[in-house]
């Protein structure tokens, strides 16, 4: 996503200058090309030289830099994206007034690419009005803001918005930012994640080994694309998505319930999880003590989810299933593509090295209602969701 992308990366001088480091690190390694400025108190909290190492490229601090001449009115011109972070209520009220009195003020009021500020601040300075009348003004006018935070300040503990967003955050609204313009904008996609859990006792489960990895890619790249999202995720011990409204389940029949209610107004619903198909016959509601020889529980068919998504659904919405096989991968998902009326169905082996469940990355087929097929060579399961949602798109229109 960030690969071949330009940056400009403002830098203004609070406390939280430290976490731009790591911001400016994170898109570099990405693949972007980081161009820093910094105002004069930020060079105060981090030296130009640390931004230079973290970016490999030269930093603007004074729009008397030798190379400053041109570059404090290009840069902003020629980025894909301007991120101020942190923003200090400073900056923001110099920004909001039109001010061009040092190097990062003149990128910003030159700049035509989309500029987004990360606030940080103590909590009173950004409940004053005149921040927020700042912000506001620059809201109206176009400019993304990214938090703040509530949490911990550098003066102490806080429970007001003050704190700056936390590098990962500030980069996916940008990434968002950037891909303004997507198929998927404004639509509702809901993505199921994960496995489900049959209870057999109250300490004892009967689960599978998805780990909800590709349904937590796929959400974070359906909320990049601009889609309002809704993650129905099995328990599961990843990280939720920035921006994605995440909702827990536990059971199948928990997690048929949460797929009915969100059907209705779901443009889209990905079913990435790996629900039970089987569950104990009866739960034992003290535990089981251990017995000699073997022990038998008989068990009983879940719900069919993807054949509850059949009633519930819009008639234009679009529903994508996922088949895991083991052998003979292809033509099993068609017929269930058939048999469950999905729209698009992904199919992967199990079995085939670095596809399906626990592992970071999947090699898949997508298979359409009207008849196409599309290969996804192995890639990591970030780059599989990118596919699988090219597909969901190209289906919009
Ligand atoms: C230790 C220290 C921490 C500061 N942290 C912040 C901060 O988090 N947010 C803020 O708006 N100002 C903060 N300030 C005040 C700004 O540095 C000051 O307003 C400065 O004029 C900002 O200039 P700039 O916006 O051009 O970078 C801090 C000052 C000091 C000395």
Known sequence: MWSGRHVVLGVSGGIACYKSCYLARHLTEAGARVDVVLTRSAAEFVRPVTFEALTGRPVM?????????????????????????????????????????????????????????????????FAHPQTQVNLALLERRGVTVVGPAIGPLAEGPSSRPGRMSEPAAIAAHAARLLRRGSRLEGKRVVVTAGPTREAIDPVRVVTNRSSGKMGYRLAEV??????????????VMLEPPVGVQVTRIDSTAELE????????AADILVMAAAPADYRPREFSASKRSRIDGALAIPFEPTADILR????????????????????????????????????????NDALEPGAGTEV??????????????TIVPLGTKREVAEAILDAVEARLG
């Open 61 to 125: 601090a004074s729009l008397w830099d030798r190379d400053a001449a041109l570059s404090h009115v290009r840069w902003g011109q020629q980025a894909d994206v301007v991120i101020v972070a942190p923003a200090t209520a400073h900056l923001i009220a110099r920004m909001a007034q039109g001010l061009a009195d040092d190097a990062l003020t003149s990128v910003l009021l030159a700049a035509t690419a989309p500029v987004l500020l990360a606030p940080a601040m103590n909590d009173e300075m």
């Open 222 to 235: 359906a909320w990049e694309r601009g889609a309002d999202v809704q993650l129905i995720s099995g328990p």
């Open 257 to 264: 319930q949460a797929v009915r209610e969100a059907l209705p």
């Open 308 to 347: 509850a998504t059949r009633d519930a659904r819009r008639a234009e919405s679009i529903i994508v299933g996922f088949a895991l096989e083991t052998g003979d991968a292809l033509a099993k998902g068609r017929q269930k593509l058939e048999r469950k009326e999905l729209d698009l169905i992904v199919v």
């Open 360 to 373: 970071d990355t999947n090699r898949v087929a997508i298979l359409g209602r009207d008849g196409s097929s």
